[in-house]
């Protein structure tokens, strides 16, 4: 555990009401759990990760790479969102082919690659598939196939299961942890549920109002009662 | 359901707005059918109606096919700079056309593009030899896409700033250049729309009087409309007017029914409302390529808008708002706008709460169901007979009986009335929906009714939409051209009127200034029409 994947250093951004500022450092290869109050600030370090925003000070580096002035698609990053991460009129066989080309200029053994990805995720022979008759679930394994073949070693995830019933949860949560196992990329992933966090990640970024104030191994962070906004979080208030 | 005898009394009056509707109309068709009957068809199928039809066809699929094609990289360009500065000014030009009377804004191309306008001068100085002339079907194309063009562009615009944010995350983070972009996420969304809008502008176009009237240059670049106009102004040739109006109105029943079944109507819609971030609208080149679109686009909406106020500006405007016959020409139009206004806002008001009565019993009837069914069609019936169809029945309906002039206001109001019914029922209907859904059972169970009811309850909550309605129906009562042309004398000068035949006697200078008035007004009285242009607040439950 020596690389450091992701390393924000002194970011800082200001919006019409809030300023935000983020110092981590994320070792390579973890499942890291990004947890927080909404309005705390998760999408934006996100956004900034990804090249959807441009802070207005401090450095991004994944993989130690400097991020400044390199566009989204020149990141080393790939994104899934909570939905509408397809496009509803493409099957989706197209869909994965962006991750490809994003000109979708695709030959034979590239669409072997798509079948290959959507087997992973276990959608074999849904390429000709719209979107609209999927559910969600199907949906966001399709993003994932996508994900697959894009080959980027830090995998965003915003909220990836939230539009999702508990059955779907588990099995998405199981499939995340497979593909890490094989890929051995690094995943951050934003969520709202403790059970995703206990089960899935190796370490965890906590936010409150615009800042990390947290950033622990799994056990460390679930023993902490030092905070408050965790201890809500946890639910610990309730167990007393 | 609540309130039985005023609901009875409510039912009544429209039903009586109804027949009325439906009267007027069907003697505009008995008196046009009953007078093809004595002339005989013979007239029917000559070479001149076939000219005028493959004219009318035509020009509207140019101008469809060239405000589409030239509203696309607009619209593009728009949703792809989202935030830059005028940004909302040049969205709010692009809305101005809308409001601008016909022949106001044939006028204002006139300014730029004829033969005394700023495009021919500069080309003479060039040295060119042949200037470009503005009327025939040049001229008919560039009026037509000065309108639609913007409609085109916005409604496309709202399509594109539909499509979910992620969207643009994911093609950024993928890569997706602006091509790839353009194949496969805006092109699907526009090609989705452009029936609707294809559809809606060919109307407009294949409908259009005032333009073509103007712009067209004698039998060889005239429309339906206009030569509907010219047989009974001109030739007085009734059987040719017959026969055109009944071509009129197969080819809007046509139309009407093409749109119904192919193409869902396009809507503004509403938006999420936060600025979208556009990855690929950052690069130097497409910054480049949208703007050089939008500055055309500025150029070509707005000039004709500055031509008008430069040279209405230039006319003598004192002595103009001094002279009797303005003053006429003013009276006569709000004696005709406000009436035609007032009916066509409470027709449509009351048969918005007739219907929504009639369909809230628990047992609806085959009557009833009927009834709900023809209000609803009846307040677009102005677009099966278009206004010159409906003035050339009542002009040949009323002559025997004396002088067309003694009945002429009656008819242009009533006509007046009808073409504003699709609009106000368009802003009413949304807002009067939600207010029941609101306030109906509560003012029912608290036996709030009547003119308390209007009072305390209707009133404050629906006085903001049925102003907006009266200010949009006045704002096309007061610019129309069609209706009045028929039967404008001396005794029935309108604004339009005045301003029409003054450009017919070549006093220029007193048409620019008229036409400066009178696009005032109206632009006025349509953007207090639409100011509040977005879905009430709070949809019904």
Redesign the interface.
């Known amino acids: 555990m020596t690389s450091l994947a992701l390393s924000l250093k002194d970011v800082k951004l200001r919006f019409e009401t809030t300023a935000l500022a983020f110092d981590c450092a994320v070792p390579a290869g973890q499942i890291v759990a990004v947890v927080g109050a909404s309005g705390s600030g998760k999408s934006t370090l996100f956004n900034v990760v990804a090249g959807f925003e441009t802070p207005e000070a401090g450095e991004v580096l994944i993989f130690g790479e400097d991020m400044a002035g390199r566009m989204p698609a020149e990141r080393p990053v790939s994104v899934i969102f909570q939905e509408n991460n397809l496009f509803a009129h493409l099957d989706v066989a197209t869909n994965v082919g962006f991750g490809i080309s994003p000109s979708l200029s695709l030959d034979a053994s590239d669409r072997g690659r798509i079948d290959e990805a959507l087997a992973r995720v276990g959608l074999a022979g849904f390429g000709k598939r719209l979107p609209p008759t999927l559910s969600g679930g199907e949906r966001q394994r399709v993003a994932v196939a996508r994900a697959l073949v894009r080959h980027r070693p830090l995998l965003l995830l915003d909220e990836p299961f939230a539009a999702l019933d508990p059955g779907m949860r588990a099995e998405m949560r199981d499939l995340i942890v497979d593909l890490h196992g094989e890929e051995g990329n690094t995943i951050l992933m934003i969520t709202h549920h403790p059970d995703d966090v206990k089960d899935l990640a190796d370490g965890v970024l906590f936010l409150d109002q615009g800042r990390i104030v947290a950033h622990d191994a799994l056990d460390r962070f679930l023993a902490r009662r030092d905070l408050a906004a965790i201890n809500r979080f946890l639910g610990n208030d309730e167990i007393r | 359901m609540f309130g039985a005898s005023e609901n009875r009394m409510t039912i009544a009056a429209a039903a009586f707005c109804l027949g009325g509707i439906l009267l007027f109309v069907g003697l505009a068709g008995a008196a046009l059918l009953a007078q093809s009957g004595e002339s005989g068809a013979n007239g029917l199928f000559d070479a001149y109606i076939w000219r005028v039809t493959r004219f009318t066809l035509l020009q509207a699929g140019l101008s469809t096919g060239l405000s589409i094609l030239f509203a696309i990289p607009v619209s593009r360009a728009l949703a792809r700079q989202a935030a830059f500065p005028g940004r909302i000014w040049l969205l709010r030009l692009m809305a101005l056309p809308l409001g601008l009377p016909a022949l106001v804004a044939a006028l204002g191309l006139i300014e730029i593009w004829g033969r005394q306008g700023f495009l021919n001068k500069g080309l003479t100085a060039l040295g060119l030899q042949q200037p470009i002339s503005v009327y025939g079907l040049f001229g008919i194309l560039l009026a037509h896409v000065f309108f639609n063009m913007p409609l085109a562009a916005r409604l496309m615009l709202a399509g594109l700033e539909r499509i979910?944010?992620?969207?643009w995350?994911?093609?950024?983070?993928?890569?997706?250049?602006s091509?790839?972009i353009f194949r496969?996420?805006e092109w699907?969304a526009i090609r989705g729309l452009l029936p609707g809008i294809a559809g809606l502008v060919f109307m407009l176009c294949a409908t259009s009087f005032t333009l073509v009237l103007t712009l067209g240059g004698g039998p060889a670049a005239s429309t339906i409309e206009v030569a509907i106009y010219q047989a009974l102004r001109f030739d007085f040739d009734p059987p040719r007017a017959i026969a055109l109006s009944a071509l009129q109105v197969v080819l809007t029943a046509t139309l009407l029914l093409v749109l119904k079944f192919l193409a869902p109507s396009p809507e503004e819609g509403e938006t999420s409302g936060r600025v979208i971030?556009r990855?690929d609208g950052l690069s130097r080149l497409s910054r480049f390529a949208d703007g050089t679109w939008l500055a055309v686009a500025l150029v070509f909406v707005g000039l004709p808008f500055i031509a008008i106020a430069t040279s209405g500006l230039q006319a003598d405007l004192r002595r103009l708002v001094g002279e009797p016959a303005f003053h006429r020409a003013l009276a006569t139009s709000a004696a005709i706008a406000l009436p035609s206004a007032a009916i066509s806002v409470a027709m449509a008001a009351l048969m918005i709460r007739a219907q929504r009565l009639v369909l809230a019993r628990r047992h609806r009837g085959m009557p009833a169901r009927l009834f709900a069914g023809t209000v609803g069609a009846s307040t677009s019936l102005i677009l099966l007979v278009p206004p010159v169809v409906l003035g050339a029945g009542w002009f040949l309906l009323v002559r025997p009986l004396g002088d067309v002039a003694r009945f002429a206001p009656f008819v242009v109001v009533a006509i007046n009335a009808l073409m504003a019914l699709p609009f106000v029922h368009r802003v009413l209907a949304p807002a009067m929906a939600t207010h029941a859904a609101r306030t109906e059972r509560l003012a029912a169970s608290l036996g709030i009714a009547g003119l308390h009811r209007l009072r305390w309850i209707d009133w404050p909550s629906l006085r903001k939409p049925l102003l907006m309605a009266l200010s949009f129906a006045l704002a096309l009562s007061l610019g129309d051209l069609g209706a009045v042309a028929l039967f404008g004398s001396q005794d029935l000068a309108t604004l339009p009127w005045l301003l029409y035949s003054r450009m017919g006697s070549y006093r220029t200078a007193d048409a620019a200034g008229l036409a400066l008035l009178l696009g005032l007004i109206c632009l006025v009285l349509t953007m207090l029409g639409t100011a509040g242009e977005k879905p009430p607040e709070g949809r019904s439950a």
């Not at chain 2, 979910?164 to 969207?167: A, K, L, N, T, W």
Request: no cysteine.
């Open positions: 979910p944010g992620e969207y995350r994911t093609a950024a983070n993928l890569g997706m250049g091509l790839a496969f996420v699907p971030r990855f």
